[in-house]
């Protein structure tokens, strides 16, 4: 029997065996569950069936002998006659696949009050008891039936028979299916539930149709209030994504195109979005504009022009999404601007185009895919976006917002919750099949591997100033912005005592000495070092299930393989928040019953941040000859090796910089995590919004510059450790990249 | 299927049979091709771009799996057999080294991917790199060595296996044109001291003359015409073979064949008659190659056409012309000649009948 087969067989076993099958209260690491070994809540399977009435639960252990017996006899495919390892695959294929379905389906069937279904309770022997959420057993059963089916997958020949292929398929299929396709579906079917949660489509269609989400006056294009929050979020989302667009590409065209002095400390601020906590943003903002803000302050003092509060709605929302999510924008298009081959504007140059001619009928169109890659980002952004308007909304009320207060607030309306999600998520698709439909037939493959040579041609005249004229403002701006932010953090009350202190440091992060050593006492320390915790589990998880993923998608081919990628692409498309209100739906019933653990924030940050991975592995392993792939498979190895011992050591940047994103998102993310905090699993975030909405503003900024001096050091960190040997991969790869399969 | 029991086949022989690939969109790239390939030889698939050679070649290492037909190698049915389960190497047109790994490295990544301990991994890569005539450059990264000596570690890196069949995919394409005269004999050299099955792709026909036992031409995912240099270059059977391998003028002509195999032709004013050994079945044009002519009678020649010169040109090596005549425009190399004709100048091109073939 091979190692392979072996491990799968322990796993079922060891998981019917020696892990408590049912989730527990507390934490499976704190080991407790190993003083009350065969306890209702603690038994292993096999002791639930003897002891514990669990009686459903026996065809697993059957399931068991008969993969063993399966392995026990395998088929050599060199002797049998043909056919014979294919019905031999048949039959382990079809008892992995009814373990693992298995093992779901009476999670789903048997709850904590017995039968979860009236109709199951009619035809199917009774039983005593009920169960609660599965747990550690549950998953390594799970995960070993999963194997034993995609082993014999492979034996059936499918994927070159290489099972590793089969397995990493059915693995992350698995994964995603659960953790983004189903959360999503569950707020779908949540939308459906009337006050007595029995489906109606009536309870859907009232939600849907109120006032508060429609309304539209003409004054709503300028802010204006008593507006519909549908029209508020669309409104807002479609300025946004035009803004930062064109934002973005002025940037991107100065610091690629032109010899503005700046281009360095612009490619700084590309950083800046990933590592900046949501509210800092929006309350620099509050600093400079709001009423006691520096500008109104300045305005008053000198013109005696009276303080506004003009900030707070429409204009201020979106001049802090434009600072916030700019950044985005201008890293998609500094790719893209770059993309476009000079050889190609040189040809319009000698053609006798203008400078402009070429820019508007040359450059631009080539941009076009990028541009509206860009757009959807500022879209998405912007509806997901709960930090700012929830700062800086005031009467101007967005589906996020409004949707967090159905879940937190007074009114605990889950079912308006999920429609007003499922509106969200509908913008969203729309925004993402609007943008595909755009760029599907302009696929503009404009680096050729052929060496590119030639200048980029300079930006017309009308372009660079504009360029320029923008991207010195908004430079400047945001420099203010984040000084003043810091600024704001070692004074006593931001615009009234202007006391420099280090109070808030003290408050947030004191550490004393107690009689057994440190004692972090500050009240930040809790919620800092659970962010740590989960950032740190999440991000090689997210790049592992990433890269994978990337190398199913890039790499090999099967059936459903675009619905794979769309899948693990998807939960780019759905606002965070969205994902935050399906992920309480369909994880605070058994059998997967997780709210208010740890483990729910890990999950939702890694499918949060799989699209990164995902995108980021496609485009590397694009770097990567396939024939090195192809080299290594002729020279005996299978799927498996080729990952480790090629592709792996090639993708070490993309590793890295998944690593990174996973690690630094995780930290940064609020609008899902804001759903899924408890008080024990408190994050950084969720503890700064609670002191902003506490108007305790200066803890705020200085646990936010805390969390950008941490994500720095462990850029710097991760860098340095990794490091980035450079490999001369242009010589051995370059020559035939560009060279399709021809003859 | 139904095979008569057969004499035990030598494991370098490799055989297709009515192997089609269809990647399903529009024509099959490979239509129902057979040919076999005898143990120690080196036979070359020559073609132009898109003929569906690669695939072939693609097919024979196992990457493409046929859609119809099958593979056998050494005798046994390969056809649903993976890459890493045949005995096959392929050296890649890119070379397809593994940047990140040293010259020792790549060549052993073979035999220990394949279970074998280190020590042993690395004696074997150590006789194939002496026999390569790399020794010394173990461990160099790729990007450290010149283009022709990567062809040499890919190379080696295939031979370390001991393949029954070692296939070579385009593998001058990336070498500058002095150099390649140079690696294509050595290739040859290797191939015979080792007396192992080769399969050549290229669509270089002089590289293809120059290195083969045997050459397979294809043409839109079929095969045109196989057989040795010297009877695809001197007498083919097809105009697409004729113009391919010699760049042959094919004219049409009048054939009346005769009792004997053999058959009379009318090209334009010259009347000859050629024997039955140049007569393709069905032949309905004359294929003359541009070097068969002269502009004064030489010895043997024994045919002459009237022509009139329409292009000139010196290349060095000699003159070429274009010449019209009454059967069409003949393109026509003159070698160590120099230029004495112009455009619109009267001439007559004489040839040896012998030299003509009558092809479908």
């Known amino acids: 029997m091979t190692g392979y087969r072996i491990i799968a067989l322990l796993l079922v076993a060891a998981g019917l065996t020696l892990m408590p099958w049912y989730a527990l209260q507390d934490s499976f690491f704190a080991f407790k569950w190993l003083a009350k070994f065969a306890g209702k809540d603690q038994a292993p399977a096999l002791l639930q069936i003897a002891n514990h009435s669990k009686t459903w639960l026996i065809l697993l252990p059957v399931l068991l002998l008969a993969a063993t017996g399966l392995y026990a006899r395998p088929v050599n495919a060199a002797k049998a006659a043909e056919g014979a390892l294919r019905s031999w695959g048949k039959m382990v294929v079809f008892v992995g696949a009814v373990g693992g379905l298995y093992v779901l389906a009476q999670g789903f069937a048997i709850g904590p009050q017995g039968y979860s279904f009236e109709s199951l309770k009619a035809t199917m022997p009774a039983i005593s008891g009920g169960q609660f959420g599965m747990g550690a057993g549950a998953m390594l059963v799970t995960f070993g039936f999963i194997m034993i089916c995609a082993d014999g997958i492979a034996s059936m020949g499918y994927f070159r028979g290489d099972r590793f292929v089969s397995a990493s398929l059915l693995l992350v299929g698995a994964l995603v299916l659960m953790f983004v396709f189903f959360p999503v579906a569950r707020i779908l079917f949540e939308g459906f539930l009337d006050k007595d949660r029995s489906l109606s489509v009536i309870a859907l269609w009232d939600r849907l149709a109120q006032p508060k989400l429609w309304n539209l006056t003409w004054s709503c294009f300028w802010g204006g209030t008593g507006c519909g929050v549908a029209w508020n979020t669309l409104w807002l989302a479609l300025l946004c994504a035009t803004g930062t667009t064109f934002l973005g590409l002025m940037l991107a065209l100065i610091v690629t195109r032109s010899n503005f002095r700046g281009k360095k400390v612009l490619r700084l601020l590309t950083v800046l979005p990933i590592i900046t906590p949501p509210f800092v943003v929006g309350l620099a903002l509050i600093m400079l504009f709001g009423r006691a803000g520096v500008v109104n302050e300045f305005l008053e003092y000198a013109f005696g022009i009276p303080q506004t509060r003009w900030i707070y709605g429409l204009p201020g929302v979106l001049l802090a999404q434009l600072f916030a999510f700019t950044p985005v924008a201008f890293l998609v298009l500094i790719g893209v601007v770059e993309g476009v081959s000079p050889t190609l504007e040189e040809a319009s140059q000698s053609l006798h185009a203008s400078r402009w001619q070429t820019f508007r009928y040359v450059s631009l169109p080539l941009m076009a895919p990028g541009l509206a890659n860009a757009f959807l980002v500022g879209f998405i952004e912007s509806i997901a976006d709960f930090g700012n308007p929830v700062v800086l909304g005031g009467n101007f009320g967005v589906m996020a917002t409004e949707i967090y207060f159905a879940i937190v607030g007074a009114q605990l309306d889950q079912g308006k919750a999920a429609v007003y999600s499922l509106i969200l998520l509908v913008f969203a698709l729309f925004a993402f099949w609007l943008q595909r439909k755009a760029t599907a037939r302009k696929s503009f493959v404009t680096v050729s591997g052929k060496g590119d040579t030639g200048l980029p041609s300079p930006l017309p005249d009308g372009v660079r100033r504009t360029a320029i004229f923008v991207a010195i403002p908004w430079l400047a701006l945001t420099v203010v912005l984040y000084g003043m932010s810091l600024f704001g953090a070692f004074v006593k009350v931001w615009g009234r005592d202007h006391t420099l202190t280090l109070e808030h440091f003290v408050k947030g992060f004191s550490i004393d000495q107690g009689p057994n050593g440190m004692l972090f006492t500050g009240a930040a320390w809790h919620s800092l070092f659970n962010t740590l915790q989960f950032a740190l589990a999440a991000a090689p998880l997210t790049a592992i299930v990433g890269l994978l993923s990337a190398y199913l998608i890039a790499r090999t081919t099967f059936r459903g393989q675009r619905a794979f990628e769309f899948l693990t692409l998807l939960s780019f498309a759905i606002p965070g928040t969205v994902v935050g209100v399906a992920y309480i739906f369909a994880f605070n019933v058994p059998p997967i019953e997780i709210t208010g653990t740890g483990l729910i924030i890990v999950l939702c940050f890694i499918f949060r941040n799989l699209p990164v991975g995902v995108r980021g592995g496609i485009a590397a392993l694009s770097q990567v000859d396939k024939s090195l792939d192809e080299a290594s498979t002729t020279l005996g190895a299978n799927g498996a090796t080729t990952f480790r011992r090629v592709l792996m050591p090639l993708l070490k940047p993309a590793i890295v910089g998944a690593l990174i994103y996973g690690f630094v998102r995780s930290m940064t993310t609020l609008s899902a995590i804001i759903f899924l905090v408890s008080g024990d699993t408190e994050v950084a975030t969720s503890y700064i919004i609670g002191r902003v909405v506490n108007g305790d503003y200066g803890v705020a900024i200085a646990y936010s510059a805390v969390l950008i001096v941490i994500m720095v050091v462990a850029i710097l960190l991760v860098q340095w450790l990794v490091g980035s040997r450079k490999l001369g991969r242009r010589s051995a790869a370059a020559p035939g990249a560009a060279i399709a399969v021809g003859g | ?360």
Not at chain 2, 95 to 124: D, I, R, W
């Open chain 2, 1 to 360: 299927m139904n095979h008569p029991t057969q004499a035990p086949v030598s494991k370098g022989t490799l055989e297709f049979r009515n192997v089609v690939k269809d990647y399903g969109t529009g024509e099959p790239a490979v239509k129902g091709i057979s040919f076999r390939i005898e143990d120690g030889d080196l036979v070359t698939l020559l073609g132009p771009s898109g003929c569906g050679k690669t695939t072939t070649l693609r097919m024979i290492a196992g990457l493409e799996l046929p859609t119809k037909g099958q593979i056998l190698l050494g005798g046994k049915d390969v056809t649903e057999k993976s890459a890493s389960q045949r005995n096959v190497s392929l050296v890649f047109q890119s070379y397809a080294l593994f940047p990140h790994m040293s010259v020792m490295e790549n060549v052993c990544y073979g035999p220990t991917v394949q279970g074998m301990k280190k020590p042993q991994a690395e004696a074997k890569a150590n006789d194939v790199l002496k026999l390569i005539g790399l020794t010394g450059y173990e461990t160099r990264l790729p990007s450290e060595l010149s283009g022709g000596q990567q062809q040499r570690v890919a190379i080696a890196r295939a031979l370390v296996l001991e393949p029954a069949v070692l296939l070579f995919d385009e593998p001058l394409s990336n070498l500058d044109t002095k150099l390649r005269r140079h690696v294509r004999e050595e290739i040859r050299e290797l191939q015979q001291r080792l007396a192992i099955t080769c399969v050549y792709v290229t669509h270089d026909r002089e590289e293809a003359m120059a290195v083969s036992d045997h050459i397979i031409v294809m043409n839109k995912g079929g095969i045109a015409e196989a057989g040795s240099p010297n009877q695809l270059y001197f007498q083919p059977h097809t105009a697409f073979v004729a113009d391919f391998l010699s760049e042959a003028n094919v004219v049409d002509a009048h054939i009346a064949l005769r009792a004997d195999g053999g058959a009379d032709v009318a090209l334009a004013d010259a009347k000859f008659a050629v024997a039955a050994d140049a007569v393709a079945a069905n032949a309905t044009k004359a294929a003359l190659r541009p070097d068969v002519f002269s502009l004064t009678q030489r010895e043997g020649d024994d045919v002459s056409v009237a022509a009139t010169v329409s292009k000139a040109a010196f290349v060095g090596k000699g003159i070429e012309l274009v010449a019209s005549t009454g059967a069409g425009d003949l393109f026509v190399f003159l070698p160590k000649a120099r230029l004495t004709v112009k455009p619109g100048d009267a001439i007559r091109l004489w040839f040896s009948s012998s030299e003509v073939r009558l092809i479908v």
